[in-house]
């Protein structure tokens, strides 16, 4: 599993969600303390927006607690809206193309969770994203396919319901050919004016997610784990739930993934 952080409001400097605080997120890639694993250490990566609608991004596979040049870019680089995660591979490989988040014009992508069984029926799932965003996925997760399988079903248009789609046909797929829990999901998603959060579960165990508004610095935070150990104020998200973000509020609506009523569909 994995841990990650999502900013939306006034700029700010990235270090002051991703090494400042006392559960940082580089705190959390070495001491995690809501997963099955303590050690997120297989890669990280940043996206961030400012003066160009598509999001800068910065990702590599040293583990996030021994870049140095993470800490200076953090820094140094102010932005009202960004993502930022810590990698656990599930299965896949230790790369820099696996790693989060993942970028196709001005959409950013993170994921915590997994499809189960994806690398029983990783050929059919990529055979599922449209020719127009397969010459984007670069890697091997079944996050970046979700992702482009997202953007296919109209992600610019119905975000919400692009999302619930491609859960969906993954979920199915994953019933079809692959291996339970079928989907555990706790993500974060932005065209860069507005921030997504959701999480769910096709079991009872879904990843953890909080959200908090901070007045001193007068913007939302998402996070897999609260950044202190004894700050109030973040709510927990129940599960089945999506959150929508923008720099001044909050709307929590139902999330369901959406299985495509003819299985074939997912299975082929």
């Given at each position: 599993?994995?841990?990650?952080?999502?900013?939306?409001?006034?700029?700010?400097?990235?270090?002051?969600?991703?090494?400042?605080?006392?559960?940082?997120?580089?705190?959390?890639?070495?001491?995690?303390?809501?997963?099955?694993?303590?050690?997120?250490?297989?890669?990280?990566?940043?996206?961030?927006?400012?003066?160009?609608?598509?999001?800068?991004?910065?990702?590599?596979?040293?583990?996030?607690?021994?870049?140095?040049?993470?800490?200076?870019?953090?820094?140094?680089?102010?932005?009202?809206?960004?993502?930022?995660?810590?990698?656990?591979?599930?299965?896949?490989?230790?790369?820099?193309?696996?790693?989060?988040?993942?970028?196709?014009?001005?959409?950013?992508?993170?994921?915590?969770?997994?499809?189960?069984?994806?690398?029983?029926?990783?050929?059919?799932?990529?055979?599922?994203?449209?020719?127009?965003?397969?010459?984007?996925?670069?890697?091997?997760?079944?996050?970046?396919?979700?992702?482009?399988?997202?953007?296919?079903?109209?992600?610019?248009?119905?975000?919400?319901?692009?999302?619930?789609?491609?859960?969906?046909?993954?979920?199915?797929?994953?019933?079809?050919?692959?291996?339970?829990?079928?989907?555990?999901?706790?993500?974060?998603?932005?065209?860069?004016?507005?921030?997504?959060?959701?999480?769910?579960?096709?079991?009872?165990?879904?990843?953890?997610?909080?959200?908090?508004?901070?007045?001193?610095?007068?913007?939302?935070?998402?996070v897999s784990e609260p950044l202190e150990a004894?700050?109030?104020?973040?709510?927990?998200?129940?599960?089945?739930?999506?959150?929508?973000f923008t720099r001044d509020t909050v709307e929590e609506?139902?999330?369901?993934?959406?299985?495509?009523?003819?299985?074939?569909?997912?299975?082929?």
């Amino acid at each position: 599993m994995c841990r990650w952080a999502a900013y939306i409001g006034q700029p700010i400097f990235l270090d002051d969600i991703i090494t400042r605080p006392g559960h940082s997120l580089i705190a959390q890639s070495s001491g995690a303390s809501e997963c099955k694993t303590a050690t997120n250490g297989d890669g990280f990566g940043v996206a961030w927006y400012d003066r160009q609608p598509e999001p800068g991004l910065y990702r590599d596979v040293s583990p996030a607690w021994s870049d140095p040049n993470l800490r200076s870019v953090a820094a140094q680089v102010r932005s009202g809206l960004f993502l930022a995660h810590v990698r656990a591979s599930t299965g896949s490989a230790i790369s820099r193309n696996n790693c989060h988040p993942f970028a196709v014009g001005c959409w950013s992508f993170m994921h915590n969770g997994q499809v189960g069984g994806f690398d029983m029926f990783r050929k059919h799932a990529d055979m599922l994203i449209a020719d127009e965003y397969y010459g984007h996925r670069k890697g091997a997760t079944d996050s970046e396919a979700l992702f482009l399988l997202a953007l296919a079903e109209g992600l610019d248009t119905d975000p919400i319901g692009a999302m619930a789609r491609a859960a969906g046909r993954l979920q199915a797929m994953s019933r079809a050919r692959g291996q339970g829990p079928h989907l555990r999901l706790s993500a974060a998603f932005s065209d860069g004016e507005r921030l997504f959060a959701v999480r769910c579960s096709s079991d009872e165990v879904s990843p953890s997610l909080y959200y908090r508004f901070c007045d001193k610095r007068q913007g939302w935070t998402v996070v897999s784990e609260p950044l202190e150990a004894d700050e109030d104020g973040w709510n927990p998200m129940i599960p089945d739930r999506i959150a929508i973000f923008t720099r001044d509020t909050v709307e929590e609506m139902d999330f369901v993934p959406i299985e495509p009523t003819d299985i074939s569909l997912a299975a082929h």
